[in-house]
């Protein structure tokens, strides 16, 4: 059931990868060019919508009990926090590192911030995320059950 549920949450990370990394180039790119940490905030907020609707109605189908407005309340506290971390490499890189321009060339900013934003903050963000999910957001029956009786054993 586990690994059911990692690749579902994998698939439902690779599409919303790319509906991340396509807002996030969009904005980037045009409207917001001297804003990247906004581009890339933006860009992980309208993922993480399509991520609920995902997640609750596919990955994580059989957990649950909550109800919807309680669940969906967890769900954007935690994708909350995923959003500090997802950016927050993309901030060090640019804003602690310096790695934009004029202090180094277009080439190595881009790689910077893809590999900063898409790489390393994705990597981040999708560990907490997928912890902090089945713990909170979707836990199982048995997994309430455990914690009631461990905190009856003390």
């Known amino acids: 059931m586990r690994h059911r549920e990692l690749l579902k949450f994998g698939v439902v990370g690779a599409i919303t990868f790319f509906i991340d990394t396509g807002i996030f180039y969009a904005l980037k790119l045009t409207i917001l060019s001297p804003k990247p940490v906004t581009s890339k905030v933006i860009a992980v907020l309208v993922a993480t919508l399509v991520s609920y609707v995902l997640n609750r109605d596919w990955s994580f189908r059989t957990r649950g009990g909550r109800r919807r407005h309680h ?19 993309l901030w060090v890189s640019r804003y602690v590192l310096h790695l934009q321009t004029p202090f180094t060339s277009r080439l190595v900013e ?30 199982t029956d048995h997994e309430d059950e455990d914690q009631r009786e461990r905190v009856l054993a003390r």
């Open 110 to 139: 881009e790689l910077a911030d893809f590999t900063s934003g898409q790489v390393v903050g994705l990597l981040l963000g999708m560990a907490f995320r997928w912890w902090a999910f089945r713990k909170w957001v979707f836990p």
């Open 71 to 89: 669940e969906a309340t967890l769900y954007f506290i935690i994708s909350g926090i995923g959003v500090g971390l997802y950016s927050a490499p």
